[in-house]
């Protein structure tokens, strides 16, 4: 059958009884939005990352623009982020009517670099996303001191980095706002699209609450512009099904991604993990300058990978309005040639693991 990429199946049949009770709930009840097992959810992951408000929504990606649409981000504005990421956290800058400022990353986190997120600064920047890549927090509190220095705002962009904490503090629960994705292969995912934002702030809640229903805070009342981003209960439900289970799963990830990074640190270069970080490993991401050749010797060998990601957004045809050169982000550019990633989720099993690192380490006639 060969070695899954992320094994969902196995996760289902674990939990099987669980996910199909809580979706009988909700095809019994036919409260399919904005229903009781929506609300349920949203309490519990806000209690769980330590943000008094959350609101599910229906993608990652909508939970982005959702926090920029609450801070009234438009035209002529500049929100600074990271060139080395997946599309939609530049995307919605641009969709908001905003420009995409990019800076570039730290070699051994991946993260955005607080260094030079000052240097990119002008009257325009608003805000800064911030994404937590790989599962991994960014240097956030280094990022939120800029904010407050300079009286911008900070969105965490943690949709791979759910479960993972730094200095005791969880992802998507730091100030200001924080954001998810709850696409399946996610650390915590569902059974087709979602997301969901957090935040401490009121007022920031309270535009949410209206601007992801239609800019509607009561029925066919709509003071504001928003958007058709609702979670629905079904999928609520699924992640209310996985997430008791959820903090073990974690626990799992983090292990293997050890066992990888002990077997293989000699022949590749293993993801670095920030002091103070915890990591999910929503993917397990290593480097080599052989990368092509060594997926295909893992192909030929069964064993499926990925490339997160294989062009930076600098280089992708949609920012090329922006300007930037090739080699104006030596690392994003650098890690975008080398980066390659190997099978992970909490259902690895440990014979595959092995067969994984067997055939990486007899690539390089180890």
């Known amino acids: 059958m060969g070695i899954p990429f992320v094994d969902l199946k196995a996760q289902f049949r674990a939990y099987e009884a669980e996910i199909r009770e809580q979706i009988d709930s909700v095809l019994q009840s036919s409260q399919f939005i904005l229903g009781p097992k929506g609300a349920d959810l949203e309490r519990r992951l806000a209690a769980y990352v330590g943000a008094k408000h959350a609101f599910g929504c229906s993608s990652g990606t909508d939970a982005l623009l959702l926090a920029l649409m609450a801070y009234g981000v438009g035209s002529g504005d500049e929100i600074i982020t990271t060139p080395f990421t997946f599309i939609a956290t530049a995307e919605v800058i641009a969709l908001a009517g905003a420009k995409p400022v990019f800076v570039d990353i730290e070699p051994g986190t991946y993260n955005i670099d607080p260094l030079k997120v000052e240097e990119a600064l002008t009257k325009k920047t608003r ?7 790989y599962g991994q927090c960014a240097d956030l509190e ?3 001191k800029i904010s407050s220095e300079y009286g911008i705002f900070v969105i965490e962009d943690g949709c791979q980095s759910f479960g993972a904490a730094r200095n005791g503090k969880m992802s998507c629960g730091f100030p200001q706002v924080g954001t998810t994705s709850f696409f399946p292969s996610k650390p915590l995912g569902c059974f087709g699209d979602g997301g969901m934002v957090f935040t401490s702030d009121d007022g920031i809640a309270n535009r949410i609450s209206g601007l992801r229903n239609h800019g509607q805070w009561e029925r066919y009342r709509h003071r504001a ?3 058709n981003g609702r979670l629905d209960d079904l999928q609520a439900a699924v992640l209310l099904a996985k997430f ?16 990888y990074s002990v077997s293989l ?3 590749v270069t293993v993801p670095a993990i920030a002091p103070g970080n915890t990591h999910v490993y929503a993917q397990y991401s290593i480097r080599t300058d052989r990368r092509d050749e060594l997926a295909a ?3 030929e060998n069964g064993v499926p990978t990925a490339i997160h990601y294989p062009v930076p957004l600098h280089r992708q045809e949609a920012f090329a309005h922006l300007g930037y050169g090739e080699d104006d982000f030596p690392v994003s550019s ?3 040639r080398e980066i390659l990633s190997l099978p992970m989720s909490a259902f690895l099993s440990r014979e595959d693991q092995d067969e994984v690192i067997r055939q990486v380490l007899r690539f390089f006639g180890k």
């Open 127 to 133: 805000g800064i996303i911030a994404v937590s890549l």
């Open 265 to 267: 640190g000699d022949v």
């Open 334 to 336: 650098a890690v975008s």
């Open 297 to 299: 010797h893992l192909s």
């Open 225 to 227: 512009i928003g958007i």
């Open 142 to 144: 280094s990022i939120l």
């Open 244 to 259: 008791p289970h959820f903090p073990a799963e974690a626990e799992r990830r983090a292990a293997a991604g050890a066992r």
